[in-house]
């Protein structure tokens, strides 16, 4: 008979030993954030402030002085509006910032809107109607 050989069982597997190292902390990232500026109140200067209210001004007196029979207002008016130009550009010159450079400029614009067209109307009228 053969004989028949009962393997002997083989002991178990064990796992081998492995360390597992502690996960590293996590990595925490610093951005700078550069938040924008905090808005602060832009006033202009007071030249060219006034240089714009006074181009308003300029514009309301040549509109009056199309009235019939108030064309002699436009001599009171053409005055002020070179005076108010003198003003604009000298405000223009000493701007520090763009508001008030905006502000000598919407000025100098109503000005030389009034001028232009109060001149016209004293032409067309003959400076009395």
Known sequence: MKETITPEPLPPKSAPLVRVAAPPPPQIQVVAYAGPAP????????????????????????????????????YLNLTFSFITVILSIVALASAKTDSARGSAVIGLALVVVAISLGVGRLIIGGGCL
């Not at 402030?49 to 006074?54: L, W």
């Open 39 to 74: 808005a602060v109140a832009a006033s202009d200067s007071g030249l060219s402030a006034t240089v714009r209210t006074m181009g308003i001004i300029a514009i309301s007196l040549m509109l009056i002085a199309f009235i019939p029979c108030l064309g002699w207002l436009n």
